[in-house]
């Protein structure tokens, strides 16, 4: 745990966080539920607009094919997943 600005904080105990900076923490995240392959096209491509996942991930991991714009290419997508 540390602030944004970098400052490292005390695990416990009362502290102040300066104005304008604010408490960062960093914990390990969940591996989602369910097969990745069997995720929502369009969730994808939202996570994917939203800088969560590069092309290659949503293609490797998620067997979703997207569109130089971003968009579900649903003719791809379908191939990928039929090979799998």
Known sequence: MSLASGRPIRPKGR???????????ELPGG???GAPEKRNPERVAEDFADGLIDRETAES?????LT?????????????????
């Open 15 to 25: 502290q102040t966080v300066p104005g304008r900076d604010r408490i960062r923490l």
């Open 31 to 33: 591996a989602g539920f």
């Open 68 to 84: 130089t714009d971003g968009q579900v290419d649903a003719t791809r997508t379908a191939a990928l997943r039929a090979r799998a």
């Open 61 to 65: 991991i998620y067997l979703v094919a």
